[in-house]
């Protein structure tokens, strides 16, 4: 079984000192990390995404700022594709079908930021579009919301979004993942 690591914008913005501090984002980026170097060891293919908000009013991951960069316990090297985008969903104005079509993984497994939103909005296409998906539930954040005045803590919007995500991918750990791809 081949497997492809799709690592979703794990941008400085989200850590503390960025613009849009997620909860605990360091914890993921640890497993992402994990992930990412255990798919490495087993020379599986690995792909970033890097969300950039080219307006001039953008709150976050403007370009030229320190907050646009991946982070870089997860940094892309070598022949590792960077994919840009614009929208939450990874694949609405991007390449990243036609990269993940050419690579032909039998298994996309997604880590990242924000649950709530990029991770979930990419998941849920990726799965609309035939792709088999695992997500790494502790490779993942997301940030404090609020709702109709009620506030909703950053680890309940998480537990919601990959409990509602069990319908389009295989919700586990990265170091069930990274188990996984080195038994291949």
């Not at 995404?49 to 646009?68: I, L, R, S, Y």
């Not at 609309?128 to 609020?146: I, M, Q, S, T, W």
């Not at 919601?160 to 069930?176: E, I, K, N």
Request: aromatic content about 6%; some cysteine.
């Amino acid at each position: 079984m081949t497997r492809l690591l799709l690592l979703i914008d794990i941008q400085r913005d989200y850590f503390p000192g960025g613009r849009h501090p997620l909860v605990e984002p360091d914890a993921a980026a640890v497993a992402a990390a994990r992930l990412r170097d255990g798919f490495r060891r087993a020379h599986e293919r690995v792909v970033h995404v890097q969300h950039v908000w080219d307006a001039p009013d953008a709150a976050f991951f403007a370009p030229g700022t320190p907050g646009v960069q991946i982070d870089p316990r997860v940094a892309p090297q070598g022949d590792e594709h960077v994919v840009v985008k614009a929208h939450p969903n990874a694949f609405l104005g991007t390449g990243l079908e036609a990269l993940l079509r050419a690579a032909d993984p039998d298994e996309l497994v997604v880590g990242g930021m924000m649950s709530s939103m990029c991770v979930d909005a990419t998941v849920r296409a990726a799965s609309d579009l035939g792709f088999r998906v695992a997500v790494a539930h502790d490779a993942c954040a997301a940030p404090d919301l609020e709702f109709a005045g009620a506030k909703v803590p950053g680890a309940q919007v998480h537990a919601a979004f990959m409990a509602s995500l069990g319908s389009y991918a295989r919700v586990t750990d990265a170091g069930t993942l990274v188990a996984e791809v080195a038994a291949r």
